[in-house]
C-alpha cells in the first residue's frame, strides 16, 4: 500500500516537472513570437503602450487574487485526500466570488485614479481595456489554482502560458489578414 502511494506520489511529481518544463519552453517560444510581431506592428510606441497596459493588468492581478492561489491549491488537495467534496465545491464557490467582487473593486477603483491623476491619452485606451480583463484574467489564475489542487498540474498551468498567447496569435494575426495592418494598441490590448 505505502510502495503504491509512493509510486503515485512519484508519477505525479515526474509527470508535472516534465509538463512545466515543456510548458515553460514552449510559452517563451509564444511570447517571443508574440513580441516580434507586435512590434512590427505597432512599432515602439505603440508596443510600450500595449506593454503598459499589461503590466497594470499583471500588479493590480497580485491585488485582485487576494494571494488566494497558494491557499487553493494546498485546500483543495488537502480536501479531495479526505474525500471532503462539500469543502472543496464550497471552496471554489468562495474563492471565485471573492476574487471577482475584488477584481472589479480592484479594477473600478484603478480607473478611478486614473481618472483622478490625468492618464496621457495614448496611453489611457489600453490601459482601460486591460482594466476590463483584470477581472477575467483572475478567475483564470484561480482556475488554474483549483486545477493543481485537484492534481491536474499541467492542465492547471496551461491557460495563461500556452492557450492564452495561441488564441492571441492567432487573432492577431487574422487581425492582419483582414485589415492588412493592426497600428493601434487598444485594438491589440482588446485582443490579448
Same mark, same amino acid.
Given at each position: 500500500m505505502n510502495h503504491t502511494a509512493n509510486r503515485s506520489l512519484r508519477r505525479i511529481l515526474i509527470e508535472g516537472s516534465a509538463g512545466g518544463l515543456i510548458i515553460s519552453a514552449v510559452s517563451t517560444a509564444l511570447l517571443f513570437a508574440v513580441s516580434i510581431l507586435l512590434t512590427r506592428t505597432l512599432g515602439a510606441a505603440g508596443y510600450g503602450a500595449y506593454a503598459y497596459a499589461l503590466s497594470w493588468t499583471t500588479i493590480l492581478g497580485i491585488v485582485a487574487g487576494l494571494g488566494l492561489t497558494r491557499m487553493?491549491? =494546498? #485546500?483543495?488537495?488537502?480536501? +479531495? %485526500? #479526505? $474525500? *471532503?467534496? /462539500? !469543502?472543496?465545491?464550497? $471552496?471554489? =464557490?468562495? @474563492? %471565485? =466570488? %471573492?476574487? !471577482?467582487? /475584488? %477584481?472589479t473593486l480592484t479594477a473600478a477603483s484603478a480607473w478611478g485614479l486614473a481618472q483622478l491623476v490625468g492618464f496621457p491619452s495614448d496611453l489611457l485606451g489600453p490601459f482601460l481595456i486591460a482594466l476590463l480583463m483584470l477581472p477575467l484574467v483572475s478567475l483564470v489564475r484561480v482556475n488554474q489554482a483549483i486545477l493543481q489542487g485537484l492534481h491536474r498540474v499541467v492542465l492547471g498551468q !496551461?491557460?495563461?502560458?500556452?492557450? *492564452?498567447?495561441?488564441?492571441? !496569435?492567432? +487573432?492577431?494575426? @487574422? @487581425?492582419?489578414?483582414?485589415?492588412?495592418?493592426?497600428?493601434?494598441?487598444s485594438v491589440v490590448t482588446a485582443l490579448h
Open positions: 487553493l491549491v =494546498r #485546500n483543495i488537495a488537502a480536501y +479531495l %485526500s #479526505n $474525500q *471532503q467534496f /462539500a !469543502l472543496v465545491h464550497g $471552496q471554489i =464557490r468562495w @474563492a %471565485s =466570488r %471573492s476574487v !471577482l467582487v /475584488a %477584481s !496551461l491557460a495563461e502560458p500556452i492557450v *492564452q498567447p495561441l488564441f492571441f !496569435l492567432a +487573432l492577431i494575426l @487574422a @487581425a492582419l489578414l483582414v485589415a492588412n495592418e493592426v497600428y493601434d494598441p
